[in-house]
């Protein structure tokens, strides 16, 4: 496709149970991003990906996240044990080396 | 992570007015300086980027001033309209730091009809 895809757009799940949002980057992007983000607030930053590699994963805010990327395309970001206060707005961005990033739609992540 | 501050963290600006959102970094290894426009219930679109061999940058309405030696950088919106009441994200990245984009806190502009 033309821009970064992201599945489901909308989420709503159970206290406790696993979600995983799928992110697809531009093709031939090498870097993807995933920021979370709440209502009205600013983009925090999640984990950075070079390729397949993650060189930068300090803002996975506890070990409930994991994130995966394989074949230097499509990432995978996985909650387990959602909590209310994982409810949020997840992004995710892909971008060339030295350009700006492209984001995607977003996912609106409700835990109830 | 390596931080962009920015501010006002929210601005009124009346229609035909100029609004004026400032960054400032700290790692002098960034070479890249984009800005995002953010919708409500949308993702944030690249806006207007500029590279510190420039110190102005003009699209349209939208202009970046970058000073290098004090490690600042700011959108300036001319004649600004209602329709652009976003939220606005400046960032940073570089080759030398990994290529990794590092955003702002983001400032909210509502223009005032």
């Known amino acids: 496709g033309a821009g970064v895809s992201q599945s489901p757009s909308n989420k709503v799940t159970e206290k406790g149970k696993d979600v995983e949002l799928r992110c697809d980057p531009i093709s031939g992007h090498t870097a993807l991003y995933w920021y979370r983000q709440s209502l009205g607030q600013g983009l925090e930053f999640l984990i950075y990906?070079?390729?397949?590699?993650?060189?930068?994963k300090s803002g996975l805010p506890s070990d409930r996240f994991s994130a995966e990327r394989t074949g230097g395309s499509v990432s995978t970001l996985t909650i387990q044990r959602t909590q209310q206060e994982d409810s949020a707005v997840y992004l995710c961005?892909?971008?060339?080396?030295?350009?700006?990033?492209?984001f995607g739609q977003g996912t609106r992540l409700t835990v109830v | 992570q390596q931080q962009v501050k920015q501010s006002p963290q929210s601005l009124i600006v009346q229609k035909g007015g100029i609004s004026i959102i400032n960054c400032a970094y700290e790692?002098?290894?960034?070479?890249?300086f984009p800005w995002y426009q953010q919708f409500p219930g949308k993702g944030p679109a690249l806006l207007i980027a500029?590279?510190?061999?420039?110190s102005e940058k003009k699209e349209g309405r939208f202009t970046i001033s970058f000073n290098k030696s004090a490690k600042q950088f700011s959108l300036h919106i001319m004649d600004s309209q209602p329709g652009d009441s976003a939220t606005y994200f400046c960032?940073?990245?570089?080759?030398?730091?990994?290529?990794?984009?590092?955003f702002g806190g983001g400032t909210r502009l509502m223009v005032k009809p």
């Open positions: 990906f070079q390729g397949n590699s993650a060189p930068d």
């Open positions: 500029i590279r510190p061999d420039v």
């Open positions: 960032a940073a990245s570089g080759a030398n730091a990994g290529n990794m984009l590092t």
């Open positions: 790692n002098t290894a960034f070479d890249y």
């Open positions: 961005a892909s971008s060339s080396r030295g350009w700006g990033a492209f």
